[in-house]
């Protein structure tokens, strides 16, 4: 239980550090919106890259624990759109829209999985997860139907990948102060 609970500890603080620092990205994305195509693109695509891989080796090394199961899909996922979106890097303002559009919807999808799990448990917190998960739903698709000029595309989705992760940073701080008891439940 001991080693399984510093797997627990460790997913999600990496978790929280990925957040801060794609949060950062989305700040620098709406404070910069000039930047050109080609950097915006190799470094969503990297971060994407990044999140996939992270999420697959969740779902190699937790594969035992239910709340993982999902990891596989989205980190593939994840994968695919980051090589899309490096490959793609010129026409990346006006295709960054419907993208992380796409990737948000896709992650309140994940988040809705987590509180389908949380609710099976019993898990008290599991309202504020479905709270996440129906915002993050409702921005993706805000994104995805409401195309912009390009510097308003750069600022928005600066905006949302912020919006993001704040929403993310707090699921994970609420699931790290719940660890021990949901790690109870799951074993």
Request: charged share 15%; proline share 2%; net charge positive.
């Amino acid at each position: 239980m001991k080693k399984i609970e510093q797997s627990w500890n460790k997913i999600l603080l990496t978790e929280i550090i990925y957040s801060v620092l794609y949060a950062i990205l989305g700040l620098i994305i709406y404070l910069k919106p000039e930047i050109t195509n080609n950097v915006i693109g190799l470094m969503i695509g990297t971060f994407l890259l990044i999140y996939g891989f992270f999420a697959l080796f969740t779902f190699i090394e937790r594969s035992k624990i239910k709340l993982f199961h999902w990891n596989f899909i989205f980190g593939i996922l994840s994968i695919l759109l980051g090589i899309f979106i490096m490959f793609n890097p010129l026409s990346i303002l006006h295709f960054l829209n419907i993208t992380v559009g796409i990737w948000l919807v896709v992650e309140g999808i994940n988040k809705a999985v987590y509180y389908l799990f949380m609710k099976k448990i019993g898990e008290e917190s599991r309202k504020i997860i479905l709270a996440s998960a129906i915002l993050l739903c409702i921005l993706g698709v805000l994104l995805v139907l409401n195309p912009f000029k390009t510097i308003i595309i750069s600022k928005t989705v600066g905006v949302f990948i912020i919006l993001f992760n704040i929403v993310n940073i707090n699921d994970l701080v609420l699931l790290k102060r719940r660890g021990k008891k949901i790690l109870e439940l799951i074993k």
